[in-house]
């Protein structure tokens, strides 16, 4: 809770209070975002590659704050980033910074816990090394997740689908996702290296991915 208040980035939800109920529940009160899920704005407002991608800038600038502050998301995905507009200016708000939370819906939007109730992620949004659960996590690892959400954003659906959660990872751990169609190559280039396999191999920061 402390490290989730020293975040304060234009592009992310505020936390604002946070403590314990009388059961021993712990919760946060964050900032009230009034706007869109990601996907669903762009697509309403029928934006085009570069308005997708000047909004992705601002996406991979407010983890940047968070990575600077200690912080790793680990469940970036399209339903945790909200749009809003502010003086006729499309404002993305990331929301959920390490926060596990199970929600209704399709496999792919849904965040996974173990028997224990430990954090694991979405499985469409995941990187491999979190998938497999290894104790180095890092930075680059949302940076794959934003990888995948910058992919959906141009594409339309997540790099890599599938009907259980193993096809997923088979499919994402055999190499990088079909090109994408319809954009510069440059744009591709750089989807591509942030969905690379091994971590070593993506961008290191996601300032350096903006």
């Known amino acids: 809770r402390q490290a989730l208040a020293l975040m304060d980035h234009p ?7 946070g403590g314990l109920t009388e059961d021993r529940r712990p919760y946060f009160v964050m900032e009230l975002v009034d706007g869109l899920p990601l996907n669903t704005f762009c697509d309403r407002a029928r934006l085009g ?8 800038v601002q996406i991979c600038q407010a983890v940047q704050h968070a ?6 998301h680990r469940d970036l995905k399209p339903s945790n980033i909200l749009v809003t507009v502010k003086d006729d200016h499309a404002v993305p708000k990331v929301i959920d910074f390490g926060i596990a939370k199970a929600t209704q819906g399709r496999l792919t939007d ?10 694991i992620g979405t499985p469409a949004y995941m990187s491999p090394e979190q ?12 940076i794959y997740s934003l990888g995948c959400v910058i992919y959906e954003m141009l594409s ?5 689908t599938g009907s259980t959660v193993q096809a997923m990872v088979a499919k ?10 319809g954009v510069p190559t440059p744009v591709d280039e750089v989807v591509r290296k942030s969905l690379a396999t091994q971590p070593q191999d993506r961008f290191t920061t996601a300032l350096a991915l903006a």
Do not use: Y
Not at 49 to 56: H, N, S, T, V
């Open 110 to 119: 849904r965040t996974l816990f173990t028997a224990f109730e430990q954090f």
């Open 172 to 181: 994402r751990l055999t190499g990088p996702p079909p090109h994408l169609t």
């Open 49 to 56: 590659i570069r308005e997708r991608l000047e909004l992705f």
């Open 67 to 72: 990575h600077q502050k200690g912080i790793i």
């Open 131 to 142: 998938v497999f659960g290894e104790a180095e996590v890092d930075a680059r690892s949302d």
């Open 156 to 160: 339309g659906a997540p790099p890599f």
């Open 11 to 17: 592009n992310i939800a505020k936390v604002l209070d």
